[in-house]
């Protein structure tokens, strides 16, 4: 099975800036890559997928790039209602569809 | 507008059995392959089980296979998870997640459920 490895598992960051967020894949998952930002007592939500192209409706201070085994999530000017935690998740290769182990974005 | 809602959550206890649903509306449910995924208290997303637009392909992840069956009725839009011989490390929000599949874009989960909460306790 392929393992998904996210860092950092938690920052603090302030309205405005730059925050990143790293996921690594155990092999090579091509472009296949997703971000999902979940809100605490709600359901997930697709940000990204295929590594880079922005779901429907999705701010565009969200960016993702990366291939292989590295893939980055950018939100470039930090807004208010983006405190939450983003997961990335392994769509490469049949089930099991594994999640990195999420990265909670806090108020500094 | 897409719409998933899961139903049948509740407490239970270890070793009893439970059944979630999780009803499809807005969209043509036999089109798509459906998923649950699950979320343990202050916890990360666990992919649980797939299964495809026919049921032909069903799969699960190794912490529930052998208990949990995963089944669906497209002529009453609907999914569901049959899960036995619960465990209290089976606690969770259940989510329904339905899948989008492409060669281009890989699999990944396009519209979720709000969840329904499963307790495992005695």
């Known amino acids: 099975d392929i393992q998904m490895t996210q860092s950092p598992s938690s920052l603090s960051a302030s309205v405005g800036d730059r925050v990143t967020i790293t996921c690594r894949a155990s092999?090579?998952?091509?472009?296949?890559l997703n971000w999902y930002q979940q809100k605490p007592g709600k359901a997930p939500k697709v940000l990204i997928y295929a590594a880079s192209s922005l779901q429907s409706g999705v701010p565009s201070r969200f960016s993702g790039s990366g291939s292989g085994t590295d893939f980055t999530l950018i939100i470039s000017s930090l807004q208010p209602e983006d405190f939450a935690t983003y997961y990335c998740?392994?769509?490469?290769?049949?089930?099991?569809?594994?999640f990195g182990g999420g990265t909670k974005v806090e108020i500094k | 507008e897409v719409q998933l809602v899961e139903s049948g959550g509740g407490l239970v206890q270890p070793g009893g059995s439970l059944r979630l649903s999780c009803a499809a509306s807005g969209f043509t449910l036999r089109s798509y392959s459906m998923n649950w995924v699950r979320q343990a208290p202050g916890k990360g997303l666990e992919w649980v089980s797939y299964?495809?637009?026919?049921?032909?392909?069903?799969h699960y992840a190794d912490s529930v296979r052998g208990r949990f069956t995963i089944s669906r009725d497209n002529a009453k839009d609907s999914l569901y998870l049959q899960m036995n011989s619960l465990r209290v490390e089976d606690t969770a929000v259940y989510y329904c997640?339905?899948?989008?599949?492409?060669?281009?874009?890989?699999?990944?989960?396009?519209?979720w459920g709000q969840g329904a909460l499963v307790t495992v306790s005695s």
């Open positions: 092999q090579s998952i091509s472009n296949f």
């Open positions: 997640a339905r899948l989008q599949a492409a060669y281009s874009s890989g699999w990944y989960f396009d519209h």
């Open positions: 998740q392994q769509g490469y290769s049949s089930p099991p569809l594994t």
């Open positions: 299964i495809s637009s026919t049921s032909r392909s069903i």
